[in-house]
């Protein structure tokens, strides 16, 4: 899945937070990320997890706007 950042200079952030949740998290671009979740066991769930991870995220750092790109 892709994950697109409204500030590039978070992209960094993101990154390493998922990778500590055990995402594979790597950039594709200036402001955006291709995200998995390994352990998933469908592209629902990994949606879903990811849903929740962002939401976290977004709660740390409010003022960091990402969102998911189809």
């Given at each position: 899945?892709?994950?697109?950042?409204?500030?590039?200079?978070?992209?960094?952030?993101?990154?390493?937070?998922?990778?500590?949740a055990?995402?594979?998290?790597?950039?594709?671009?200036?402001?955006?990320l291709?995200?998995?979740?390994?352990?998933a066991?469908?592209?629902e769930?990994?949606?879903?997890?990811?849903?929740?991870?962002?939401?976290?995220?977004?709660?740390?750092?409010?003022?960091?706007?990402?969102?998911?790109?189809?």
């Amino acid at each position: 899945m892709k994950i697109r950042l409204d500030d590039p200079s978070s992209l960094e952030d993101l990154r390493d937070f998922l990778r500590r949740a055990g995402c594979a998290a790597d950039p594709i671009g200036p402001d955006t990320l291709e995200v998995t979740v390994p352990r998933a066991p469908s592209p629902e769930q990994e949606r879903r997890e990811l849903e929740i991870y962002l939401a976290v995220w977004r709660a740390r750092f409010p003022d960091a706007g990402a969102e998911f790109v189809d």
